[in-house]
């Protein structure tokens, strides 16, 4: 696996510019589908990945090894092994829920795994616990609360694949030197990497929490993407670390215009993509409801109240008086 990683990685920054158009449309238009789509598609659209990566994984191997020597026996390789992938994700679509959560509740692990590991050094089994526990979390999140997790969690990828998509193909358009989609989606989490991906996950959690409990819709999206914003301003600026002594972590980008424009494109395509998730979810649309209500409800009590008078007594019927014929 991590010699497939590594070649991918290679041909992501290497790609010439046919293959780099390819890649930034094909990350947009799974960014737009992630933010727009419902989770019902989630359905469809995981076995296609699924059996997409299989598919290459498949013909990377069969070409290190030798099994095949041919391009046509590359291709048949891959499509075997990507329909047999597919349509096993396909009918046995709740047990992959359960094992796709706990990859990526690994790779949450792995993406703060360096923090981690310098707060707690002198403990090292603590690293273990938190593999331990985030694997866990992603069990339980994609198995149990799945269709809420899904409904703020790909509008939150779904930004992030659209704007590092969209500038990534407007820079290799232009021509402008060694753009690629890879160099562009990295700008987006500066120096951070993967940590900065693993705290705007920490954020759409805080943001599916307060909807969960409050039904605040306003208040839920603020904190998703309030997450993204302070991100891009962190990558772009540093948040004024150049005052002090910054951490390495914290340095800002060499060019801020990118990583600040494109994280408020990630912001706004997340938020709005959440937003309309959540209004097409039927529980958070009774909580939504409920809370309107309850508003009502509050403001009709106290318009009541400033109707009664101070003494306890019914305020006397307005009277009209009559002109008498003088």
């Not at 699924?50 to 090894?65: K, V």
């Not at 990507?82 to 692990?109: H, P």
């Not at 993406?111 to 310098?118: C, E």
């Not at 992030?160 to 030197?177: D, I, N």
């Amino acid at each position: 696996m991590k010699g497939y990683s590594t070649s991918r990685m290679e041909w992501l920054e290497n790609a010439d510019v046919r293959d780099q158009v390819i890649v930034c449309l094909s990350a947009l238009v799974l960014g737009i589908v992630c933010a727009i789509n419902s989770p019902s598609t989630w359905k469809f659209l995981l076995p296609i990945i699924a059996g997409c990566l299989a598919g290459d994984f498949a013909r990377y191997e069969g070409s290190r090894t030798g099994l095949t020597t041919l391009f046509v026996e590359d291709i048949i390789l891959a499509v075997q092994a990507g329909l047999t992938v597919a349509l096993a994700a396909f009918f046995g679509f709740e047990g992959t829920q359960v094992l796709l959560g706990a990859v990526l509740g690994l790779l949450g692990a792995h993406g703060t795994g360096t923090w981690m590991l310098s707060a707690f050094s002198d403990t090292p089994s603590v690293l273990f616990g938190w593999h331990c526990r985030l694997m866990a979390l992603g069990v339980l999140a994609f198995s149990i609360g799945r269709a809420p997790v899904l409904t703020t969690f790909c509008p939150l990828f779904g930004g992030f694949l659209v704007a590092s998509g969209a500038g990534g193909l407007v820079a290799v358009l232009m021509g402008l030197k060694d753009a690629t989609w890879i160099g562009y989606a990295g700008s987006l989490t500066g120096r951070c990497g993967s940590f900065a991906l693993a705290c705007q996950s920490g954020g759409a959690v805080i943001s599916l929490l307060v909807l969960e409990c409050s039904g605040k819709e306003h208040v839920a999206v603020g904190w998703l993407v309030g997450g993204v914003v302070i991100g891009a301003l962190a990558v772009s600026t540093g948040l004024g670390c150049r005052l002090y002594k910054c951490p390495s972590w914290l340095e800002p980008a060499d060019s801020w215009s990118w990583p600040l424009l494109g994280g408020m494109l990630w912001a706004l395509v997340a938020g709005g993509g959440a937003v309309l998730h959540w209004r097409q979810n039927e529980r958070f649309k009774a909580k939504r409801d409920g809370y309107r209500a309850a508003n009502q409800r509050d403001n009709f009590a106290a318009e009541e109240f400033e109707r009664t008078p101070l003494n306890g007594q019914s305020s006397p019927p307005y009277q009209t008086q009559v002109p008498t014929d003088t």
